[in-house]
């Protein structure tokens, strides 16, 4: 049996960050062809098939995926490197959102803000408890509460991913609150 942990880690960077590592490439909304992605997969992994793929989508817990209507697309929801537009619709954020990062990024954001990094936006929670699972995976978690509400007024921009996934493009210093404010 394959282990679909790993796999979703795959599949994750392949439509994410590399496309290119299975011999494929996405187009300008990030759909991939779902069996050029099988076969450049199973090239490398033997034995994987649509079955384990629709598998993997089905029981992500966290939605990362979307097969297209007709099935013979997929995309990541959201957290991509790679430069696509996945049609975020703008919606109005509620009054606060929450970051979770690790400890040892808390002095550049608290010099710079919340920046993207090495992708498209800063990803958001919508509570504290996510936020804090979501920076526990790169160490001993910091929680930052986003003035999410004021930043709209003040002409920021806010998405929702297909997954609930709140994103903005930064989050400047002055809307950042963390447990010693």
């Not at 990541?76 to 606060?96: I, M």
């Not at 978690?141 to 007024?153: D, L, N, W």
Request: charged share 30%; hydrophobic share 35%; aromatic share 8%.
């Amino acid at each position: 049996m394959m282990n679909l942990t790993k796999l979703s880690r795959y599949l994750s960077y392949i439509l994410r960050h590399h496309p290119e590592a299975v011999g494929i490439s996405l187009d300008e909304h990030g759909w991939a062809n779902v069996e050029a992605l099988i076969e450049g997969i199973s090239e490398k992994k033997k034995g994987f098939d649509r079955e384990i793929l629709e598998e993997i989508v089905r029981t992500d817990e966290k939605q990362r995926y979307s097969f297209s209507e007709d099935g013979t697309r997929i995309r990541a929801n959201q957290g991509h490197s790679v430069l696509v537009d996945v049609n975020l619709e703008q919606k109005d954020p509620p009054e606060y959102l929450w970051h979770g990062t690790a400890e040892k990024s808390v002095s550049s954001i608290q010099k710079k803000g919340l920046l993207p990094m090495s992708r498209l936006y800063v990803h958001l929670s919508k509570n504290a408890k996510e936020a804090e699972k979501v920076g526990a995976r790169h160490g001993k978690p910091v929680v930052y509460r986003i003035k999410s509400g004021k930043m709209a007024e003040d002409g920021y921009c806010f998405y929702q991913s297909a997954n609930k996934v709140w994103l903005t493009k930064m989050v400047p210093i002055e809307y950042l609150e963390n447990n010693e404010d």
